[in-house]
């Protein structure tokens, strides 16, 4: 029988043995963890959300109640 593979934290790399915060080895990495996909560090690729034809943002957009 296989031994079982030790986890790490994916933020530090030390042994994830608390399985009240795993994947993390602490409520600190955790915390980064979170704080990097509140401030956007993580992104998840896919087609861009809005609609926003102009991907370069060379062309200004037309206010509302303007012609042309």
Known sequence: ???PRAR???ICGQPADAADI????SARCR???LRRWLVGAYRIPGPAIGGDDDEDGDQERARP???G
């Open 22 to 25: 795993r994947p993390f080895c």
């Open 8 to 10: 790490t934290c994916p």
């Open 1 to 3: 029988m296989r031994k």
């Open 31 to 33: 915390d980064e963890d």
């Open 65 to 67: 109640g303007e012609d």
